[in-house]
């Protein structure tokens, strides 16, 4: 074989073995997402004053932080019935303004605390590769609480962003000692080789 031959099979060999490295690098790009549970007008301004100013900046925070990132960015959205402060359709439904999704990331509608149940959240993560998930959002000891157990058990690692979850006093805990108990409960709480982490929001890199 003439060597110029040999050059230009080695020069495609190396191509082809970058061109392999560059599609593993973007599959491990997109093995997280950050899923933002249940951050709607109408649970947010149930929510005590104090316990909003500190938590929205948080969660704004991650959501810069994983759009700068390239990180997929997945909204959970909650159907509440007739009456309900999540009340489909009316403005209290709607993702919060400040947080408010792009057009082109997904909305996840569902009705129940597990975020998974009967929902398209697996679909979604599936086809995306992600065995990672960044949860934020609230309420904590009900949507947040439920759906980072649910996805350990079905095989997702999870990292809990410890100051950007919310809730409200409840009349036997106040809002900041729910928060503080779940983050303690949760954090090493695992389903066989898949574990919750709790992190403060700016502990927590995409």
């Given amino acids: 074989m003439k060597s110029s031959a040999i050059s230009d099979a080695s020069c495609k060999s190396r191509i082809r073995i970058s061109a392999m490295e560059g599609v593993a690098a973007n599959l491990t790009q997109f093995r997280e997402a950050l899923l933002l549970v249940d951050a709607q007008v109408g649970l947010v301004e149930l929510m005590p004053a104090e316990i909003q100013e500190r938590v929205l900046p948080k969660i704004r925070t991650l ?13 959970i959205q909650h159907d509440g019935p007739k009456g309900h402060p999540l009340e489909t359709h009316t403005k209290g439904w709607e ?20 975020s998974f149940f009967e929902t398209t959240l697996q679909e979604e993560l599936k086809k995306r590769g992600i065995t990672h998930l960044v949860i934020a959002g609230g309420m904590t000891e009900y949507c947040v609480d439920t759906t980072c157990r649910r996805a350990t058990s079905l095989g997702y690692d999870v990292t809990l962003a410890s100051d950007a979850h919310l809730t409200r006093d409840n009349g036997v805990l106040s809002a900041a000692n729910i928060i503080a108990h779940h983050n303690f409960v949760l954090d090493d709480f695992g389903a066989g080789d898949h574990v919750i982490k709790a992190k403060p929001a700016d502990q927590i890199v995409f």
């Fill in 63 to 75: 959501l810069e932080a994983a759009r700068a990132s390239g990180v997929p960015v997945i909204y």
């Fill in 95 to 114: 993702i919060h303004p400040s947080i408010k999704p792009l057009e082109s990331e997904s909305v996840v509608r569902k009705r129940e605390s597990d």
